[in-house]
């Protein structure tokens, strides 16, 4: 996906969490000037792979299986320690920085790609861990418009990113290890930022075409917040 069809959607999502668009601007500004070029062919050859996008629900820890059948395993944020701790190979690591980045740096130092995301909120965090992150695998994301460096393939949590990415490089089926949407366990916040990868990823699969299994029972108040958003866009 590219940022002009995405940015319906982002605007719907700063309007309703309140996030000021020019501070992902001087967040991806910061990034840009630390990051260098990443060209997508470096993730690897997804076309047509069944990849499994990880996500941190605890209920990953039972269906690890899942991620370790696949062809390629991108796993978003703290997805990755648990996959890696039980030794299955993470081929790309999505996330915005705020929970694990010393996986992050140290997954890019052993060549394993990782998609960092800068955002109004995590400046600081940017500031201080990209520079300790090897180049050569960073991939510097951002929400807003794209700038140098500094890629938009779509999406918001670090899970739903991770899903954007792949379909962006041409993967085959997408399969869904450690996703929650009724997790009683997370905050309000939380909660509200998986109701919006739950919108993102129904996005995603009416574009594909495809069926993801998680959404089930989600697509009907999915399909509405959707339609909210991207008005006559929404049929494309
Ligand atoms: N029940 C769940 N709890 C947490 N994450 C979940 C859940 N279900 C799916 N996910 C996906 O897993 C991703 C990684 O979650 P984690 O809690 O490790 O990271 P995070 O850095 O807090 O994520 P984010 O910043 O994107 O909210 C989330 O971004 C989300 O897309
Ligand atoms: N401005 C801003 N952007 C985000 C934020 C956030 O807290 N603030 N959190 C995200 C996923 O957790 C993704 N994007």
């Given at each position: 996906?590219?940022?002009?069809?995405?940015?319906?959607?982002?605007?719907?999502?700063?309007?309703?969490?309140?996030?000021?668009?020019?501070?992902?601007?001087?967040?991806?500004d910061?990034?840009?000037?630390?990051?260098?070029?990443?060209?997508?062919?470096?993730?690897?050859d997804?076309?047509?792979?069944?990849?499994a996008?990880?996500g941190?629900?605890?209920?990953?820890?039972?269906?690890?299986?899942?991620?370790?059948?696949?062809?390629?395993?991108?796993?978003?944020?703290?997805?990755?320690?648990?996959?890696?701790?039980?030794?299955?190979?993470?081929?790309?690591?999505?996330?915005?920085?705020?929970?694990?980045?010393?996986?992050?740096?140290?997954?890019?130092?052993?060549?394993?790609?990782?998609?960092?995301?800068?955002?109004?909120?995590?400046?600081?965090?940017?500031?201080?861990?990209?520079?300790?992150?090897?180049?050569?695998?960073?991939?510097?994301?951002?929400?807003?418009a794209?700038?140098?460096?500094v890629?938009?393939?779509?999406?918001?949590?670090?899970?739903?990113?991770?899903?954007?990415?792949?379909?962006h490089?041409?993967?085959?089926?997408?399969?869904?290890?450690?996703?929650?949407?009724?997790?009683?366990?997370?905050?309000p916040?939380?909660?509200?930022?998986?109701?919006?990868?739950?919108?993102l990823?129904?996005w995603?699969?009416?574009?594909?075409?495809?069926?993801?299994?998680i959404?089930?029972?989600?697509?009907e108040?999915?399909?509405?917040?959707?339609?909210?958003?991207?008005?006559?866009?929404?049929?494309?």
């Amino acid at each position: 996906m590219n940022f002009d069809t995405f940015e319906p959607v982002y605007e719907a999502i700063l309007a309703d969490f309140g996030f000021d668009r020019t501070g992902d601007e001087r967040a991806r500004d910061v990034a840009a000037d630390l990051a260098t070029p990443f060209p997508l062919d470096r993730l690897g050859d997804w076309e047509g792979e069944t990849v499994a996008v990880a996500g941190a629900a605890p209920c990953l820890a039972d269906e690890v299986a899942l991620a370790r059948d696949a062809d390629v395993v991108v796993a978003a944020s703290t997805a990755a320690d648990v996959l890696v701790d039980r030794g299955v190979a993470v081929d790309c690591m999505v996330t915005d920085l705020d929970k694990n980045p010393e996986t992050a740096a140290e997954l890019t130092r052993e060549g394993v790609p990782v998609a960092a995301h800068v955002h109004g909120d995590n400046i600081p965090a940017v500031r201080q861990w990209l520079p300790r992150f090897a180049d050569e695998w960073t991939l510097a994301t951002t929400q807003a418009a794209p700038v140098g460096p500094v890629q938009n393939t779509g999406g918001f949590t670090d899970g739903d990113r991770a899903a954007f990415l792949a379909d962006h490089v041409g993967a085959g089926e997408l399969v869904f290890p450690g996703w929650n949407f009724d997790d009683p366990d997370v905050d309000p916040m939380k909660a509200r930022k998986l109701d919006w990868a739950a919108r993102l990823l129904r996005w995603l699969e009416r574009r594909r075409g495809e069926e993801f299994d998680i959404l089930d029972g989600r697509r009907e108040a999915a399909d509405a917040a959707l339609r909210e958003a991207l008005g006559d866009r929404f049929d494309d």
